[in-house]
């Protein structure tokens, strides 16, 4: 779950302790559309590979971010 | 005119056929007659990035195809709405597409915000409230349907923020380049629009007899 909350706080902008567990698309500060290009894109540079349009559709949560990147 | 209790729509205008424009909170929407198309509307219209997963075909856009391009849209069933600040009504920064099918009562919407310093800043969640407002109150629509090509994670992102329903991928329906892409379908009705209208209303009422600022 860390590596999660480093990558997405690296893409809002924010220290990885200030990233609750629950965040989410539209409750986080910072997770605008340009932010969540650059998470996608820091994804798809971890795995890689390009995100499935599934694993894109999945991308949500905190939550989601790991169970994409862990799958 | 107003839509009444719009959170969206601040101020309309609009006269079947002829003329429609929006007003939001920071943003003008407006359909122009092609003699109205200046030099200034094509300031981002051919940049590659902006186009790369717009899925809008015809190659390099100059004033007089991008005239024809307005001229399409005949303001009753199919909409053309250039995007301008409040501000400076001259430079529109994106422009926004309603295709009505009466007999279904449903409508297909597009967006594209191409001047680049407006990316990030809230604008097509403002400025699509704006239209959906529109269609689903004044057309009466019950359905509003959009699409995102896969790699468009902009895209994604600002359906998901603004909570449509997901409804399908369309394997490998666009062409971007030689390569085959995904295309998926959000879809918003109006039940679930106005119930977030009613939300709104309620939420302002209350703060009203609270004494408070909503």
Redesign the interface.
Known sequence: MQDARDMLAEAVGAEPASIPKTAAIGDLAGWDSLAHMRLIAAMEARLARPLTTEEMLEVTSLETIHKVLSA | MRIKNSPHILALRFTPKEFCQLASERFVLVTKKPEEITEAYLAWFNDAEVRQHLGLAGGIYDLPKLRGFAQSHNNETSFLFWIATQDDREQPIGFSQLFFTRSHMLAQTSICIGDKAW??K?V?GEARSAVLDFAFRKLAVEKVFGHCQ??N??????Y??E?WE?EC?LKRHHKVGEQRV?L?QFAMFRDEWMRRIDAWVEAQEEAASDGETV
């Open positions: 990316w990030g809230g097509i896969k790699p994670a902009a895209a994604l992102f600002n998901r923020a909570q997901f991928v995904d998926i």
